[in-house]
Nanobody, 123 residues
Framework: QVQLVESGGGLVQAGGSLRVSCAAS????????VGWFRQAPGKERDFVAL????????YYADSVKGRFTISRDNAKNTVYLQMNSLKPEDTAVYYC????????????????WGQGTQVTVSS
């Protein structure tokens, strides 16, 4: 499995933008699908977005569709989540997850998780 490290979280006002990054170790990163999840205090961890290994197909939760964009740079072993038009309800710890099988990410049981990065959106 790959090791994942998130960065780029912080405090932003509602309507603002933020980009979080997920850096991976391992030479086979390009064969891994990568997803983003988030967990707000007292709530379950929810799926946010996913990008496939081959072809870069993307999938989004309805709550972020049109506002968030997931992308990857395999040369840098990094996946990004660009978050625009942020809302207070986007406040959460954001985690990235990786696995060679998309279905295991969607099911919330990927082989690798990052440690998370806090995103706080003030009203």
């Amino acid at each position: 499995q790959v090791q994942l490290v998130e960065s780029g979280g912080g405090l932003v006002q509602a309507g603002g933008s933020l980009r979080v990054s997920c850096a991976a170790s391992g030479r086979t990163f390009s064969t891994y699908a990568v997803g983003w999840f988030r967990q707000a205090p007292g709530k379950e961890r929810d799926f946010v977005a996913l990008i496939s290994a081959i072809g870069g197909r993307t999938y989004y939760a309805d709550s972020v569709k049109g506002r968030f964009t997931i992308s990857r740079d395999n040369a840098k072993n990094t996946v990004y989540l660009q978050m625009n038009s942020l809302k207070p309800e986007d406040t959460a710890v954001y985690y990235c997850a990786a696995d060679e099988a998309i279905r295991t990410i969607v099911s919330g049981t990927p082989g690798s998780w990052g440690q998370g990065t806090q995103v706080t959106v003030s009203s």
